[in-house]
């Protein structure tokens, strides 16, 4: 509540003329009207409103208004009193002294309108750097019109005004045109209201300029049957906002980058021969870079009874930067591969060598019966002889051919 009596001389004549002032007098607050006289000879005193309504004759309230009362009545003296004031009590009142003539007194009031805490427009999403952007910043119900007074951080800048008047009151704004870099990353863009209402609690608004990035990650895999479903982590977490990172299908999409979400990321598919390789981002708004494709590894051609899945990878529609994780994630399966191989290797050569020392152990020379007789004998006769006198004593003997 404000309440300012005009400044000079009470308007009227000393003597027995009556004596007011004007008075000015915040919306929803009180203001007191005096009206006094130097001398009088018991001639009474009346306050009536701009419209002509007599409020007060003497002590005699005359007007029906539970906001108007009486202070003070005396022959010198007629004060009263209007609380809840509001922009309609404005206007002229008159103070009259019942001689003959009648002599009068007019006092002003004066009622402010007090201005609506500023909005500020423009800011729907955060900004891209190279944009260019408008900031309004509105208020309403000030009277007379307030002013608008634009900061960053704590820097005052230049805006463009527009007032527009409302009835009684003044709608008022002021636009700010800014061209985004990177410096105005989180910087507070202020907008204060001045007006004469406003002595104790000034009004005023404030965003903070954020960049933000369209991004999307999409999970390509391929596989037989395909892969699905495709699972997304952060951090080897859950997405931790999931009203700006949007899973539909195989990709991630975030609708506004900011620096909270720096971090890798991970898509997952898999069909139920089990799950397939990860591959792992690491997004940055600060200082893109390209994204880069890891190659794929390679995969067997499926047979009858098995059947091959390829390993996911990530395509990115901005920039990111990539995790180096990524590559030591594929290091890991090329050994194991390389691992099995040499185990087979080393497998085939034990059994070459088993087989090998298996043959040599059953080498040797296999003789005829004629053969064996032929040992002792100085002839072939003899030689013959000899091995059918072998043959006769020896039942269980056989012949091999070789």
């Not at 000079?8 to 002032?21: C, F």
């Not at 004007?22 to 000879?41: A, F, K, L, P, Q």
């Not at 009142?93 to 001689?99: A, G």
């Not at 020379?365 to 006769?392: R, S």
């Amino acid at each position: 509540m404000q309440v300012v009596a005009s400044k000079g001389k009470p308007r009227g004549i000393s003597g027995q003329y009556p004596l007011v002032q004007n008075m000015t007098v915040t919306e929803g607050g009180t203001v007191n009207m005096t009206c006094r006289v130097e001398y009088n000879d018991n001639t009474s005193l009346q306050w009536s409103n701009p419209a002509q309504q007599t409020l007060f004759f003497g002590d005699k309230k005359a007007l029906r208004d539970n906001r108007i009362e009486l202070l003070h009545a005396s022959w010198s003296e007629l004060t009263i009193s209007i609380s809840d004031v509001t922009l309609t009590d404005e206007g002229m009142y008159t103070c009259s002294l019942f001689t003959m003539p009648v002599r009068t007194a007019k006092a002003y009031l004066t009622v402010l309108g007090v201005p609506e805490k500023p909005e500020i427009d423009g800011l729907t999403k955060p900004a891209l750097e190279g944009d260019q952007i408008t900031l309004t910043c509105m208020t309403q119900g000030s009277k007379p019109a307030a002013d608008l007074r634009w900061f960053r951080n704590e820097k005052e800048v230049k805006g463009a005004k527009e007032v527009n008047a409302s009835g009684k009151t003044f709608t008022v704004r002021s636009s700010l045109q800014l061209h985004v870099d990177r410096n105005d990353d989180g910087v507070a863009y202020t907008c204060k209201v001045d007006h004469v209402a406003l002595t104790q609690t000034p009004q005023q608004a404030t965003e903070v300029l954020e960049e933000g990035q369209y991004l999307k990650l999409e999970c390509v895999s391929k596989g037989n049957p395909s892969p699905d479903p495709v699972m997304w982590t952060k951090d080897g977490g859950e997405l931790p906002d999931l009203d700006r990172m949007i899973v539909e299908g195989r990709e991630l999409t975030f609708t506004s980058l900011n620096k909270t979400d720096n971090g890798t990321y991970r898509c997952e598919a898999s069909n139920h021969l089990g799950p397939a390789a990860l591959n792992m981002y690491s997004t940055s708004m600060t200082s893109p870079q390209p994204c880069l494709h890891p190659p794929l590894p390679p995969t067997s051609h499926p047979s009858r009874s098995y059947r091959s899945i390829r390993h996911p990878r990530l395509r990115s529609t901005v920039t990111g930067n990539r995790d180096p994780n990524a590559i030591g994630q594929h290091g890991t399966d090329h050994a194991l591969i390389g691992g099995v191989v040499a185990v087979v290797v080393f497998v085939t050569l034990c059994l070459i060598i088993v087989l090998g020392r298996y043959l040599a152990r059953h080498k040797g020379t296999y003789l005829t019966n004629e053969a064996k007789g032929a040992d002792d004998a100085p002839d072939a006769d003899t030689a013959i002889i000899n091995a059918e006198g072998n043959h006769a004593h020896a039942e269980e003997k056989k012949e091999y051919f070789i």
